[in-house]
C-alpha cells in the first residue's frame, strides 16, 4: 500500500473541510449568536491536522485499489471526528458521542439527530449541519476529485470506493471530469431548489437549508417539524419534486445533456424507481383515506406523496406523523426505506439496481428448477451481466442482512421497545433519519445510550459507505503486503 499517498490524500479532505467551516463562521458572525468563534477555532485545527498530512512527498505518486479503499474509510472517519468540532467548542452538545454522532448524520446523510428545538441552535450551526449533508451527498472524496487539477486517472480507485453506481472510468475519459460533470450538475439542481423556495416565499437562510438538504437527500430542516412546519403546499410540492429527482442516477443527467434520450427511458433502475414512487403514492393515499385519517383525497394525496418520495429517496423530511398512520402505509413506508434511491444519485438504501437483479437472480433460478439445462443470462438494460456482478449482489444482501441483525442486537441492549430499535436500525443502515416507535418521524435520537448511539453512528458510515470499504478496513487480510 501507498501510505505516504493516502495520507496526503487525507490532508486535501482536511483542506476542503476547513473551508467549509470557513463559510458556516461566515454566516455565524453577522448573527451573533456566539457560534463564531468555534468554527474559526475549528477550521484552524482542520487546516493544520491537513497541513502535516499534505507535506509528505511521497516518491510513488500511484493509488491502487488497496489504497482507493484505505482513503474513503479513513477519509469518512477522519472528516466525520473533525466536523465534530464545530459541535463541541460551541457548546451545542457537551457530549463527544452525541457530537460525533450529529457530524456522521450529517456526512453520510442520513439526516437523524440528537439536537432538540433545533430552531434555537445558532445559525452557523444550522447552517454546517446542512453544509455536511451536501459535501457528503455525492462523496466527499468526490467532492475532492472534482476540485483537485491534477487528478490522474489512478485515482478512478477512490472514486470506485465511494461512488455507487456503474464504473466512473467508462463514463468520459478523464477521472477528474467525471467529477466536475457530476457536481455540475449537483450545483445546479442545489441552485435551482433555492430559487424556487425563494419564489415561494421561503427566506433566504430557511430556503438554503432546505435545498442543501434537498438536493443530497440528507433531510436536516431549520425547523424541528421539518418541511411541516411551513405548511405550504408550494413548498412541498418543489421538495417533493427535486427529492425525487435527486434519487436518479446523476450520469442519466448527464446523458440528458448529451441527448441521449433513449438510454434514459429505457434504464430499468429508473422504471422501478418511478413505478415504486407512483404504485406506493397510490396505495398509501388510497389507505390514508379510506381510513379516515385524511378527510379528503386531494389531503391524502399531498401527504403521501411527500412521505412516499421522501422515504424512497432516503431524504427523510417529514409534513406528516406517519407513526399514527395505519400498518399498512407504515410497512410501505418501511419497504421503500430498504429499496431506496437508485445506484450512483445521493440517496441510501439496497439501491433499486441491487433489487432488480435480485428478482431477476430468483427466477433465473427457479427456471433452472424447471429447465435444469436451460442456460440464462441476466440482463439489465439489454445488457447480459456478469456473473461476478451477480454474486457480489447476493454477497451484498447477505451482508446487508447480518449487519443489521448485529445493529439489532446490539441496540436491543438499550431496552428500548421493539419496534423503535429495529426501525432505528434501518434508518441509520439505510441513511432515512426518521423512523417509527421512539426515533419518531423528525428523527430524534437523544433517548439512546451512548453505546446506541455509537451503534447507530457505525450503522450510518457502513450503509453510506455501502459496506465493503469500512469492512476491509477491519481484516487483516487487507494489511498485508502482497506482490502486485
Known sequence: ?????????????????????????????????????????????????????????????????????????????????????????????????????????????????????????????????????????????????????????????????????????????????????????????????????????????????????????????????????????????????????????????????????RSVLRDEELRLYAAAALAATALVALNLWSSGVSRAPGEALRHASFQVVSLLSTTGYTTADFNVWPALSQFVLFLLTVLGATAGSTGGGLKCVRVLLLFKIARREVGKLIHPRSIRAVTINGKAVEESTLSGVVIFFFLYVVLAAAGILVLSVDGKDLLSTISAVFAALNNIGPGLGLVETTGHYADFSTVGKLTLSLCMIVGRLEIYPVLLLCAPTFWRRVNL
Request: glycine share 12%.
Open 1 to 261: 500500500m501507498n501510505y505516504l499517498m493516502i495520507f496526503k490524500s487525507l490532508g486535501t479532505l482536511c483542506y476542503i473541510e476547513a473551508a467549509g467551516m470557513l463559510i458556516s463562521f461566515g454566516i455565524a458572525l453577522p448573527g451573533g449568536d456566539g457560534g463564531a468563534p468555534a468554527f474559526l477555532l475549528s477550521a484552524l485545527v482542520t487546516a493544520a491536522v491537513g497541513l502535516g498530512m499534505s507535506a509528505l512527498r511521497p516518491r510513488n505518486t500511484d493509488i491502487y485499489a488497496k489504497d482507493g479503499f484505505a482513503v474513503v474509510g479513513f477519509g469518512w472517519l477522519l472528516v466525520s471526528v473533525l466536523g465534530a468540532l464545530p459541535f463541541l467548542l460551541s457548546g451545542v452538545t457537551p457530549f463527544v458521542v452525541d457530537a460525533l454522532f450529529e457530524s456522521i448524520s450529517g456526512f453520510s446523510t442520513t439526516g437523524a439527530s440528537v439536537l432538540r428545538a433545533v430552531e434555537d441552535l445558532p445559525r452557523g450551526i444550522l447552517f454546517w449541519r446542512s453544509l455536511t449533508l451536501w459535501m457528503g451527498g455525492l462523496g466527499f472524496l468526490v467532492l475532492m476529485l472534482a476540485i483537485l487539477p491534477g487528478a490522474r486517472a489512478n485515482t478512478v480507485h477512490i472514486m470506485r470506493a465511494e461512488f455507487p453506481g456503474p464504473s466512473p472510468d467508462k463514463f468520459v475519459p478523464k477521472i477528474g471530469q467525471v467529477a466536475k460533470i457530476l457536481y455540475g450538475i449537483y450545483l445546479a439542481v442545489t441552485a435551482a431548489v433555492f430559487l424556487l423556495l425563494l419564489l415561494g416565499g421561503m427566506g433566504p437562510f430557511d430556503a438554503a437549508i432546505h435545498a442543501l438538504g434537498t438536493a443530497s437527500t440528507g433531510g436536516f430542516s431549520s425547523r424541528s417539524a421539518s418541511v411541516g412546519a411551513f405548511d405550504s403546499a408550494y413548498v412541498e410540492g418543489v421538495v417533493t419534486v427535486f427529492m425525487l429527482l435527486s434519487g436518479v442516477n446523476f450520469t442519466l443527467y448527464y446523458a440528458l445533456l448529451k441527448r441521449n434520450w
